[in-house]
T-cell receptor, first 116, second 115 residues
Framework: AQSVSQHNHHVILSEAASLELGCNYS??????LFWYVQYPGQHLQLLLK??????LVKGIKGFEAEFIKSKFSFNLRKPSVQWSDTAEYFC??????????????FGTGTRLKVLA | EAGVTQFPSHSVIEKGQTVTLRCDPI?????LYWYRRVMGKEIKFLLH????????ESGMPNNRFLAERTGGTYSTLKVQPAELEDSGVYFC?????????????FGPGTRLLVL
């Protein structure tokens, strides 16, 4: 069965520190990869996604992620975090090419706290 | 453009009672999904509608859960009778088009507490 692992459950950083959140998935076929963020009191929103092409994907708010197929990884990065990045971050995968495979498989989420 | 909306935002019920959750997707989105997050665990898929048809209901936990999407617009998820383990946040999402790469847009969730 497909699964997604986010190894860091809680991360605490000071402002201006660099961020890297790990995401590994288990699925041997073609995948689509997503990072979502949930700010306090808000709904889940898409940060970035990858389905083909350049494995380095840039998203909103200065976030980027790199797809490394050989490592089954899709780590999220930001060179300098801000207090407003405090949120919970979710990695998700779908193995989609046909309608029955659109569902997301989520990781457990990483709670990031940025100290001002 | 209005986003995905869910009602109610919170629901507290007693074990054995019935609760119905509603989701209004973004207008024009044929795909509608239900997910659930139990406290401390990952967000898990429940089911996927394409218009009014159930495309994938592999994540529905048991027959106490019934989802409908009459007319291909809003959807309801009914839990009857509710059990303690049904507590969690129920998310609805919608997407446009026929590709798995389409972004799923999430609603704010319904927090269900079964006592």
């Amino acid at each position: 069965a497909q699964s997604v692992s986010q190894h860091n459950h809680h991360v605490i950083l000071s402002e201006a520190a660099s961020l890297e959140l790990g995401c590994n998935y288990s699925y041997g076929g073609t995948v689509n990869l997503f990072w979502y963020v949930q700010y306090p009191g808000q709904h889940l929103q898409l940060l970035l996604k990858y389905f083909s092409g350049d494995p380095l994907v840039k998203g909103i708010k200065g976030f980027e992620a790199e797809f490394i197929k050989s490592k089954f990884s899709f780590n999220l990065r930001k060179p300098s975090v801000q207090w407003s990045d405090t949120a919970e971050y979710f990695c998700a995968v779908n193995a989609g090419r046909s309608p029955g495979t659109y569902k997301y498989i989520f990781g457990t989420g990483t709670r990031l706290k940025v100290l001002a | 453009e209005a986003g995905v909306t869910q009602f109610p935002s919170h629901s507290v019920i007693e074990k054995g009672q019935t609760v119905t959750l509603r989701c209004d997707p973004i207008s024009g989105h044929d795909n509608l999904y239900w997910y659930r997050r139990v406290m401390g665990k990952e967000i898990k898929f429940l089911l996927h509608f394409v218009k009014e048809s159930k495309q994938d209901e592999s994540g529905m936990p048991n027959n106490r859960f019934l989802a409908e999407r009459t007319g291909g617009t809003y959807s309801t998820l009914k839990v009857q009778p509710a059990e303690l383990e049904d507590s969690g946040v129920y998310f609805c999402a919608s997407s446009q088009g026929e590709a798995a790469q389409e972004t799923q847009y999430f609603g704010p969730g319904t927090r269900l507490l079964v006592l």
